[in-house]
C-alpha cells in the first residue's frame, strides 16, 4: 500500500490517497496508469505526483490509443538515477516506449508534441524512448531546473525540499508539500551550514546545492519513509 500525494493545480491543495499496487493512480481514467507502473524501480512507500500530470496522461493515453509502457517515472531524490533537478523528482516526469518500435515512439512523440505536456526532449536525445513532463513554475536558475520556492508555496518542489532537507537531518515538521515555518527554519540551518545566504528561501544555488548533497546518496535515518 503506498500513500500517494498528489499537488492539485487547481485548488492549490495537496491531497492524500492510499492505493495498492495493481490500482490506478488518482485521477487516472480506465487503468491506463497503476501505482506500479508510476513506482516503477523506486522502493519508496511515499510517491508524489500533480493532478495535471495524471490529466496530461490521460490524455496522451486516449490520443494515443493504445498501451503505452512506462520505463522511468517517479524517483525520490535519494534514489538517484536521474539529473541533480529532473523533473521525475518532481512527479511529474515520464520515459516511456522502451519497448516499443521506433514507429511507435514515434507517434507517441506526435501525439506527446500536440500541446499536452509542458515539454517533450527532442527524438533525436531520446532515440531508444520518449520524455514527456509536465513541469511548472519558472526555474530558479537560467539553466532551468526547478522553481524558486519560499514561505506559503505549496507543490511537488516544496515535497522535493521536504525530502532533502529531512534526509540531510535538517527536519522541516513532516513531508507534506507545504512550505511552511518548520521548513523555512530547516532552509535557514541547512544554508548556514553550507555558507549560503540564509533567506529561508529555496533559489538556484539553495536548489544546487541541496540535489548535489542528496541525490543517489540514498536513505537516511532522517529520511521520512
Known amino acids: ?23 490506478a493512480m488518482p485521477y487516472i481514467t480506465d ?9 516503477g524501480s523506486s522502493r519508496s512507500n511515499i510517491l508524489w505526483t500533480t493532478k495535471r500530470a495524471m490529466q496530461s496522461w490521460n490524455r496522451q493515453r486516449s490520443l494515443y490509443g493504445g498501451p503505452i509502457p512506462v520505463g522511468y517515472a517517479f524517483k525520490r531524490p535519494y534514489e538517484g538515477g536521474h539529473g541533480n533537478q529532473s523533473q521525475h523528482y518532481a ?16 507517434r507517441i512523440w506526435q501525439v506527446a508534441s500536440t500541446g499536452i505536456w509542458s515539454f517533450v526532449e527532442p527524438l ?9 513532463d509536465k513541469r511548472f513554475g519558472s526555474p530558479a536558475c537560467s539553466t532551468g531546473g526547478f522553481p524558486l520556492i519560499r514561505r ?14 529531512n534526509t540531510l537531518g535538517y527536519p522541516t515538521g513532516g513531508l507534506d508539500g507545504i512550505f511552511g515555518a518548520a521548513t523555512q527554519n530547516a ?14 528561501i529555496v533559489g538556484c544555488n539553495t536548489w544546487r546545492s541541496l540535489q548535489e548533497d542528496v541525490v ?7 529520511t521520512i519513509n
Request: glycine share 8%; proline share 1%; net charge positive.
Open 152 to 165: 506559503g508555496s505549496i507543490s511537488t518542489y516544496v515535497l522535493i525540499a521536504q525530502d532533502d532537507l
Open 216 to 222: 543517489g546518496r540514498g536513505a537516511t535515518s532522517t
Open 187 to 200: 532552509v535557514r540551518n541547512y544554508q548556514q551550514s553550507r555558507g549560503l545566504a540564509v533567506d529561508g
Open 1 to 23: 500500500m503506498a500513500r500517494i500525494i498528489v499537488f492539485n493545480n487547481d485548488s492549490d491543495r495537496m491531497e492524500n490517497y492510499y492505493r495498492g499496487e495493481s490500482e
Open 31 to 39: 487503468r491506463t496508469l497503476t501505482v506500479r507502473e508510476f513506482r
Open 91 to 106: 512527479g511529474v516526469a515520464f520515459d516511456v516506449g522502451q519497448r516499443l518500435s521506433q514507429a511507435q515512439r514515434n
Open 124 to 132: 533525436s536525445l531520446t532515440p531508444t524512448w520518449v520524455h514527456f
